[in-house]
């Protein structure tokens, strides 16, 4: 499959099978977006794997996982059982020139 058959054919997912992907296939996402350029190779994001349950229900009022849908309150139950949360490193970049999202 093409990037561009990936793109073609995606599609949003809103309920989630409750199996953990395998840490290597979480650090591969990782390292795949660690790899990508950045304004002067600055590099400041930082990323964290949380699969652990606990921690993960501490995050999920955090997260605005399918928020724009006015009908549907999804339980933590269908949400994912992995979260890569992506950190600005602010003694790299400060937040207020930061391109990431906050």
Request: hydrophobic share 35%; net charge negative.
């Amino acid at each position: 499959m093409t990037v561009y058959e990936a793109v073609k054919e995606r599609h949003t997912i809103r309920k989630f099978t409750q199996e953990t992907p395998a840490q290597e296939e979480l650090l591969q996402i990782v390292d795949s977006a660690r790899l990508a350029p950045y304004g002067a190779n600055m590099q400041p994001l930082k990323y964290a794997i949380v699969t652990d349950e606990e921690k993960r229900r501490e995050l999920y009022p955090f997260i605005k996982y399918a928020g724009f849908l006015k009908d549907w309150d999804p339980k933590f139950e269908e949400c994912p059982t992995a979260f890569i949360v992506i950190l600005n490193d602010t003694s790299i970049k400060p937040t207020a020139k930061s391109e990431c999202d906050r």
